[in-house]
């Protein structure tokens, strides 16, 4: 056991011993080294031992019985109509794009739970809290894990989209899960039962990793990767499973910077590059906007570590555009910027997005003030929560706007969960959730959070009632947004 003295140095109690049960009426979480506590890194003294932080973990049930997280959202909270919430969530945005947003939203029930970040936010701002924190993916559904190369080649399996990270507890990234298999079981046709046993192997995935990981060297966890296809991997799956991840594993090899280039662009007649124009996707911009971005890419190179400034220094800008990217994304700024090395064969794609304000904000803590621009934000999150990280990822301002700066084709492809049923459908749920434990075990307390989950079903029990609920209320927020459209209370571009 620990305690801060007045100098906020962490000394270790010489007169208990270090595997006391904590008292379960006075826990100290201050014994958990947990993101934006506001401790100054201090090599001389050691950590609590990984012991006795999971026995914190064990004694946080007392304080939030695990079988609370099956409370339903519309329990004793009045819930705010969801509309408002996506509303004031648009403000900001390019008028002109959220009809579009608001249609792909209304297209089923899993696109609206893709586009409401906003909503789940404030509907578990209202649930039950461990009180461990962790970096938080904050929109870690289904169809935000996907495959991408690392800066050595190898395609790896991990989470790939970060708008929302920020500082939070660790349960809410597992509630967003567990509630997406929920609804896309749904969609893929799965009954009830079919649905809870997706979603009991989904939260068996989560506990099984962070066990494992609770004891493990730190930098051991930090050179975990997630290799599919290869024998030494993460995790090991049924035949049907593996075809499906050898196969997208096999697409993200051809998704390249060369690739995109014969998609997107064509040569002019002076022999020069152009973006192919795709309305409402791809779209031309003004030349004092196009002057802005080049600006904010001179910017951006501050951001990167000297020698891929380096790098994007031997690069130059041929030509930007416009793009709409994603669900909840659409309507910020998006740009994609064209460049060439050495050649014309040698293109770069860099996607420059606008980082706007975490869904989680207002229902969490004020982030570390270096953490207030939300292009570093989103840094931060991605290289905390992803076993490697995109060699020209970086962030920039323009016009005083903060922007993530990261390659548009990074060798990445994504399984289609639309396709999956049975045990591939069960075993992506697993997978996604065995790699969100090892995210979080990046940042926060394996340890704590493994013995707060324990060796039994009763975590696993209770997200499978909150995630059927969430279905629920899901389909009835997705109904109130089809009603608004053909009412005219809200402008939907669909089919886009």
């Given at each position: 056991?620990?305690?801060?003295?007045?100098?906020?140095?962490?000394?270790?109690?010489?007169?208990?011993?270090?595997?006391?049960?904590?008292?379960?009426?006075?826990?100290?979480?201050?014994?958990?080294?947990?993101?934006?506590?506001?401790?100054?890194?201090?090599?001389?003294?050691?950590?609590?031992?990984?012991?006795?932080?999971?026995?914190?973990?064990?004694?946080?049930?007392?304080?939030?019985?695990?079988?609370?997280?099956?409370?339903?959202?519309?329990?004793?909270?009045?819930?705010?109509?969801?509309?408002?919430?996506?509303?004031?969530?648009?403000?900001?945005?390019?008028?002109?794009?959220?009809?579009?947003?608001?249609?792909?939203?209304?297209?089923?029930?899993?696109?609206?739970?893709?586009?409401?970040?906003?909503?789940?936010?404030?509907?578990?701002?209202?649930?039950?809290?461990?009180?461990?924190?962790?970096?938080?993916?904050?929109?870690?559904?289904?169809?935000?894990?996907?495959?991408?190369?690392?800066?050595?080649?190898?395609?790896?399996?991990?989470?790939?989209?970060?708008?929302?990270?920020?500082?939070?507890?660790?349960?809410?990234?597992?509630?967003?899960?567990?509630?997406?298999?929920?609804?896309?079981?749904?969609?893929?046709?799965?009954?009830?039962?079919?649905?809870?046993?997706?979603?009991?192997?989904?939260?068996?995935?989560?506990?099984?990793?962070?066990q494992r990981l609770q004891d493990m060297g730190v930098l051991?966890?930090?050179?975990?990767?997630?290799?599919?296809g290869r024998e030494q991997t993460l995790f090991k799956m049924?035949?049907?499973?593996?075809?499906?991840?050898?196969?997208?594993?096999?697409?993200?090899?051809?998704?390249?910077?060369?690739?995109?280039?014969?998609?997107?662009?064509?040569?002019?007649?002076?022999?020069?590059?152009?973006?192919?124009?795709?309305?409402?996707?791809?779209?031309?911009?003004?030349?004092?906007?196009?002057?802005?971005?080049?600006?904010?890419?001179?910017?951006?190179?501050?951001?990167?570590?000297?020698?891929?400034?380096?790098?994007?220094?031997?690069?130059?800008?041929?030509?930007?555009?416009?793009?709409?990217?994603?669900?909840?994304?659409?309507?910020?700024?998006?740009?994609?910027?064209?460049?060439?090395?050495?050649?014309?064969?040698?293109?770069?794609?860099?996607?420059?997005?606008?980082?706007?304000?975490?869904?989680?904000?207002?229902?969490?803590?004020?982030?570390?003030?270096?953490?207030?621009?939300?292009?570093?934000?989103?840094?931060?999150?991605?290289?905390?929560?992803?076993?490697?990280?995109?060699?020209?990822?970086?962030?920039?301002?323009?016009?005083?706007?903060?922007?993530?700066?990261?390659?548009?084709?990074?060798?990445?492809?994504?399984?289609?969960?639309?396709?999956?049923?049975?045990?591939?459908?069960?075993?992506?749920?697993?997978?996604?959730?065995?790699?969100?434990?090892?995210?979080?075990?990046?940042?926060?307390?394996?340890?704590?959070?493994?013995?707060?989950?324990?060796?039994?079903?009763?975590?696993?029990?209770?997200?499978?009632?909150?995630?059927?609920?969430?279905?629920?209320?899901?389909?009835?927020?997705?109904?109130?947004?089809?009603?608004?459209?053909?009412?005219?209370?809200?402008?939907?571009?669909?089919?886009?």
């Amino acid at each position: 056991m620990v305690t801060k003295t007045n100098s906020n140095r962490v000394k270790p109690v010489r007169n208990q011993p270090r595997s006391a049960s904590p008292d379960r009426g006075n826990i100290d979480l201050s014994e958990l080294r947990m993101p934006a506590d506001g401790h100054k890194i201090d090599v001389r003294y050691p950590r609590v031992p990984w012991e006795r932080r999971r026995e914190i973990g064990k004694a946080l049930r007392e304080r939030t019985p695990r079988e609370s997280h099956g409370d339903k959202v519309s329990g004793t909270h009045k819930r705010p109509d969801p509309l408002y919430l996506l509303e004031v969530n648009n403000r900001g945005r390019q008028e002109q794009l959220v009809p579009l947003r608001m249609g792909r939203m209304a297209a089923s029930p899993f696109a609206f739970l893709r586009g409401s970040a906003c909503v789940m936010a404030w509907d578990l701002s209202k649930t039950t809290s461990s009180g461990i924190r962790v970096i938080i993916d904050g929109d870690a559904h289904l169809n935000n894990f996907g495959m991408y190369g690392t800066p050595q080649r190898d395609v790896i399996f991990d989470l790939n989209d970060f708008d929302e990270s920020t500082i939070g507890p660790w349960e809410w990234d597992l509630k967003r899960l567990v509630a997406s298999v929920n609804v896309a079981g749904r969609q893929n046709g799965l009954n009830p039962n079919q649905r809870a046993e997706a979603v009991l192997q989904c939260v068996a995935g989560y506990r099984w990793n962070i066990q494992r990981l609770q004891d493990m060297g730190v930098l051991d966890v930090w050179y975990l990767h997630a290799y599919p296809g290869r024998e030494q991997t993460l995790f090991k799956m049924d035949a049907k499973s593996d075809a499906i991840f050898r196969k997208t594993a096999a697409k993200a090899l051809t998704q390249t910077n060369s690739t995109l280039l014969a998609k997107l662009a064509q040569r002019e007649v002076n022999g020069g590059w152009r973006f192919r124009e795709t309305p409402p996707i791809l779209t031309r911009i003004s030349d004092p906007t196009r002057d802005h971005i080049i600006e904010g890419l001179n910017l951006y190179s501050r951001s990167l570590p000297p020698e891929r400034a380096y790098m994007l220094s031997q690069y130059h800008v041929v030509d930007i555009a416009h793009r709409i990217v994603g669900i909840g994304s659409v309507g910020t700024r998006a740009y994609l910027a064209l460049l060439f090395g050495n050649c014309d064969s040698d293109p770069l794609f860099l996607q420059i997005k606008e980082a706007v304000a975490p869904a989680h904000g207002p229902y969490l803590p004020p982030l570390p003030k270096v953490y207030a621009d939300h292009g570093k934000r989103e840094v931060m999150g991605q290289t905390s929560l992803q076993a490697s990280s995109d060699v020209m990822l970086g962030h920039t301002t323009i016009e005083g706007r903060p922007y993530l700066v990261r390659q548009m084709k990074n060798m990445k492809a994504s399984i289609e969960t639309e396709a999956l049923t049975g045990k591939s459908f069960g075993f992506y749920a697993w997978a996604c959730a065995a790699l969100l434990a090892r995210g979080h075990s990046r940042s926060g307390d394996a340890a704590a959070i493994a013995g707060y989950c324990g060796g039994n079903t009763a975590l696993d029990e209770a997200l499978v009632v909150w995630a059927e609920d969430y279905g629920d209320q899901t389909e009835r927020d997705h109904e109130r947004l089809v009603g608004a459209i053909k009412s005219g209370r809200v402008r939907a571009i669909t089919g886009v």
